[in-house]
Antibody, heavy 122, light 110 residues
């Protein structure tokens, strides 16, 4: 059974840092691209960052470029999101998700974690 | 990249059909057959319902169908059921080789 379990969320002051983790199981983690998507309270979904299966290619939404860094450790089946210089507008539930193998698009995701809440506030 | 445009809300009675639109540009929806739809129940993770405009992942009811014309994609749910009440989001591949989400549509089953 595919499982994605996010952790690392919490309350942080503006300008602070957090590192989110997403522990994967039930599939060959190193074979799939992964994504972080966030959802501010009461708002819609917004993609944050994506990484290729090997980790050699990464992409970022303009809103987080230069502040957030995606990475992965395929030996530990874990995806990460290092979040620096956090702002109030980064407050959201952060989901990790796995690329769908049956889609021709690299941007379709078939399994999602339950999310971890990041709150940026003084 | 601006968000794709979806109606804020739609509603229908059990057994009826509803359609949710998703409007983009020639740089996203109109340019690629890579439109997807996700269903999200409150406090739950999104679920992929449609990919590549018309395809359903295994296990998704055939009451859900997708289509596209020009820069607008649509999700149709037939035979509405109470369990279909949720938020629905469209996404599209973009000319920047990234993805753009729609603003989301709240479906109410009356």
């Amino acid at each position: 059974e595919v499982q994605l379990l996010e952790s690392g969320g919490g309350l942080v002051q503006p300008g602070g840092s957090l590192r989110l983790s997403c522990a994967a199981s039930g599939f060959t983690f190193s074979s799939y691209a992964m994504i972080w998507v966030r959802q501010a309270p009461g708002k819609g979904l917004e993609w944050v960052s994506a990484i290729s299966d090997s980790g050699g290619s990464t992409k970022y939404a303009d809103s987080v470029k230069g502040r957030l860094t995606i990475s992965r450790d395929n030996s530990k089946n874990t995806l990460y999101l290092q979040m620096n210089s956090l702002r109030a507008e980064d407050t959201a539930v952060y989901y990790c998700a796995k690329a769908a193998p049956y889609s021709g698009s690299p941007w379709d995701f078939d399994y999602w974690g339950q999310g971890t809440l990041v709150t940026v506030s003084s | 990249q601006s968000a794709l445009t979806q109606p804020a809300s739609v509603s229908g009675s059990p057994g009826q059909s509803i359609t949710i639109s998703c409007t983009g540009t020639s740089s996203d929806v109109g340019g690629y057959n890579y439109v997807s739809w996700y269903q999200q129940h409150p406090s739950k993770a999104p679920k992929l319902m449609i990919y590549e405009v018309t395809n359903r992942p295994s296990g998704v009811s055939n009451r859900f169908s997708g289509s596209k014309s020009g820069n607008t994609a649509s999700l149709t749910i037939s035979g509405l059921q109470a369990e279909d009440e949720a938020d629905y989001y469209c996404t599209s591949y973009t000319s920047s080789s990234t993805v753009v989400f729609g603003g989301g549509t709240k479906l109410t089953v009356l």
